[in-house]
């Protein structure tokens, strides 16, 4: 399993932005080889914190912080995963993550595979 995350950049406070996460595997249909892929962030000094999640089954599930201005969604013939987040903060300043599980946890600890992360800074 591969994953490829990019979509960060610079963006003021109140912005939008649509990071992707791509798979790339043994198989074309990540779903058959994955359960549940999780967005991450990490700022400077603080620990990697769980964002958001989608499983195979289309159930989700976001972090207080961003819930109500996050969405995550999958475009399955591209074997993508998007987190979209919006009235972006500078506190979501940070590296964002995407991780694959065969399980369904906001735990880091419980992500098998682990794309690089994409830089978001939000600027006040």
């Known amino acids: 399993v591969q994953l490829q995350a990019s979509g960060g950049g610079l963006v003021q406070a109140g912005d939008s932005l649509k990071l992707a996460c791509a798979y790339s595997g043994r198989t074309n249909n990540m779903w058959s080889h994955i359960y549940s892929v999780g967005w991450f962030r990490q700022a400077p000094g603080k620990e990697r914190e769980f964002v958001a999640a989608m499983a195979r089954s289309g159930l989700t599930n976001y972090a207080a912080s961003v819930k109500g201005r996050a969405a995550i969604s999958s475009d399955n013939a591209k074997n993508t995963v998007y987190l979209r987040m919006n009235s972006l903060r500078p506190e979501d300043t940070g590296d964002y993550y995407c991780?694959?599980?065969?399980?369904?946890?906001?735990?880091?600890?419980?992500?098998?595979?682990w794309g690089q992360g994409t830089l978001v800074t939000v600027s006040s």
């Open positions: 991780a694959s599980s065969s399980g369904w946890s906001i735990r880091p600890t419980r992500y098998d595979y």
